[in-house]
T-cell receptor, first 115, second 113 residues
């Protein structure tokens, strides 16, 4: 069964450093998402992406964050200058379409620790 | 988005049925009811969804109240692998490109051997 993959599984970085989290969505999917989950808290939406543009972003997704689909398969989340509070599990998801019934498929996540 | 209310936690015995309730009294006529679950240290996983009629799939059944103000996710025979946080999520008619999932705290299901 096709699945969303994410790399790396774990990333440790120093505060102020840039990190890039990578995702390979399911191949025929058109919509891509990033969510994050701070330890012990809810899963929070960050951004959705379609047709090489951001469709929607949350208040969390400020100027320090950016997303890109650099080629036909990868979808990346960049954090320009990491803060301690960026420590979280980051999940990528993808879906075929955008209608209400559409299922989002999540990757296993990247655990980011900012020191 | 309309709000859902779920108990914090529930315990079940292995191989017994589990009924996970969700209240959504402010649901609108076009809101779909989705259930996702999150196994420990994993990403969320789709379970089932419905609009008005009860639904069955290989993972679970979804029973929707006639007035749609509540629903119940039914796991017919719980296994240890079903121990997870289960999220009941309403998906509103998209305005513009709004298709995000809004997760609450969910209900933590524990399964006793």
């Amino acid at each position: 069964e096709p699945e969303v993959t994410q790399t790396p599984s774990h990333q440790v970085t120093q505060m102020g450093q840039e990190v890039i989290l990578r995702c390979v969505p399911i191949s025929n999917h058109l919509y891509f998402y990033w969510y994050r989950q701070i330890l012990g808290q809810k899963v929070e939406f960050l951004v959705s992406f379609y047709n090489n543009e951001i469709s929607e972003k949350s208040e969390i997704f400020d100027d320090q964050f950016s997303v890109e689909r650099p080629d036909g398969s990868n979808f990346t989340l960049k954090i320009r200058s990491t803060k301690l509070e960026d420590s979280a599990m980051y999940f990528c998801a993808s879906s075929v379409g955008q209608v209400l019934q559409e299922t989002q498929y999540f990757g296993p996540g990247t655990r980011l620790l900012v020191l | 988005d309309a709000k859902t209310t779920q108990p914090n936690s529930m315990e079940s015995n292995e191989e017994e049925p589990v009924h996970l309730p969700c209240n959504h009294s402010t649901i609108s006529g076009t809101d779909y009811i989705h259930w996702y679950r999150q196994l420990p240290s994993q990403g969320p996983e789709y379970v089932i969804h419905g609009l008005t009629s009860n639904v069955n799939n290989r993972m679970a059944s979804l029973a929707i109240a006639e007035d749609r103000k509540s629903s119940t996710l039914i796991l017919h025979r719980a296994t240890l692998r079903d121990a997870a946080v289960y999220y009941c999520i309403l998906r509103a008619l998209p305005t513009g490109a709004n298709s995000k999932l809004t997760f609450g705290k969910g209900i933590t299901l524990s399964v006793r051997p």
